[in-house]
């Protein structure tokens, strides 16, 4: 079965970087497009970025200039680098294929 493992979570002062990763197993990763959302307790999960096939990116506007998401398809691993952390990032971080779903890794930013 589809299995996706976020990892890189943690606590981190505002400004601030960490670097998310999300491995694949159990699918052909680069047939699917990569997203990273982000959920906050009482809330909806919200998209944060998006990766395609062939590697075209989106991005929610809040974190525009300040996260990069990359796909490093030999190692089935999709990767949020996140720079610049504000407090209002803090929340749990899923990767997806939109189908499938990994547990989240939790990022906090606070000093």
């Known amino acids: 079965q589809v299995q996706l493992v976020e990892s890189g979570g943690g606590l981190v002062q505002p400004g601030g970087s960490l670097r998310l990763s999300c491995s694949a197993s159990?699918?052909?990763?680069?047939?699917?497009?990569m997203d990273w959302y982000r959920q906050t307790p009482g809330n909806q999960r919200e998209l944060v970025a998006g990766?395609?096939?062939?590697?075209?990116?989106n991005y929610a506007d809040s974190v525009k200039g300040r996260f990069t998401i990359s796909r490093d398809n030999a190692k089935n691993t999709v990767y949020l680098q996140m720079n610049s952390l504000k407090p209002e990032d803090t929340a749990l971080y899923f990767c997806?294929?939109?189908?499938?779903w990994g547990q989240g890794t939790q990022v906090t930013v606070s000093s």
């Open positions: 159990g699918t052909i990763f680069s047939d699917n497009a």
């Open positions: 990766i395609s096939r062939s590697g075209l990116t």
């Open positions: 997806t294929t939109e189908v499938h």
